[in-house]
């Protein structure tokens, strides 16, 4: 069964202390690893694709990387607008898969001044 | 150019009562799907359409839930006969295609008394 499991659940950071979030996946022939960003009262708001072990993607102060089991979103001297849920998705492969996204729990980052 | 847009915001009903929710994709976007968010829960998967090919209803939980697209643009998820524990928000995002990163709309958060 294809699934996403994402960790922590919740985390807390200073301003300017830099972290990673962590997503570990099982699916059956990967298509595409997907970050979001969901701030509260609002919907997805998508920040990198990923499709092959070893790719990086970097946006400001974040970088998505990607391996065979698991990709990181490293959060670099992060501000307390970077605060919002952070979704890891992935879309399985085969010609009978429609693209759905299957989603992890994802994490609550909570960045204090 | 406009993003994807759901309506209504928020919408309040009664137990036993039928609701419909609306997903407007984005422009020249061929794939639309719908999911469910509820609390404590990550998003789910209900329904994927793709040009004229038959939709993939996998994801709808119960047969009350229905939808259909009209036109190859316009959205329309149905729930007949609402139960409390269809009380989610419910995210419609669309694609350019199947195999691409999917651009969600706000929600609509529905609430069952």
């Known amino acids: 069964e294809d699934q996403v499991t994402q960790s922590p659940e919740a985390l807390r950071l200073q301003e300017g202390e830099s972290s990673s979030l962590n997503c570990s996946y099982t699916v059956s022939g990967l298509r595409g690893l997907f970050w979001y960003r969901q701030d509260p009262g609002k919907g997805p708001e998508f920040l990198f694709t990923l499709y092959s072990a070893g790719e990086e993607k970097e946006k400001e102060r974040l970088k998505a990387t990607l391996t065979k089991k698991e990709s990181f979103l490293h959060i670099t001297a992060p501000k307390p607008e970077d605060s919002a849920t952070y979704l890891c998705?992935?879309?399985?492969?085969?010609?009978?898969?429609?693209?759905?996204?299957?989603f992890g729990q994802g994490t609550t980052l909570q960045v204090k001044p | 150019g406009a993003g994807v847009s759901q309506s209504p915001s928020n919408k309040v009903t009664e137990k036993g009562k039928d609701v419909e929710l609306r997903c407007d994709p984005i422009?020249?976007?061929?794939?639309l799907y719908w999911y469910r968010q509820s609390l404590g829960q990550g998003l789910e998967f209900l329904i994927y359409?793709?040009?004229?090919?038959?939709?993939?209803k996998s994801g709808l939980p119960s047969d009350r839930f229905s939808a259909e697209r009209t036109g190859g643009s316009v959205s329309t998820l149905t729930i007949q006969r609402t139960q409390q524990e269809d009380s989610a928000v419910y995210l419609c995002?669309?694609?350019?295609?199947?195999?691409?990163?999917?651009?969600f709309g706000p929600g609509t958060r529905l609430t069952v008394l």
């Open positions: 422009s020249g976007h061929t794939a």
């Open positions: 359409f793709q040009g004229n090919s038959a939709p993939d």
């Open positions: 998705a992935v879309q399985a492969g085969g010609s009978s898969n429609t693209g759905k996204l299957i």
């Open positions: 995002a669309s694609s350019l295609a199947q195999r691409g990163e999917q651009f």
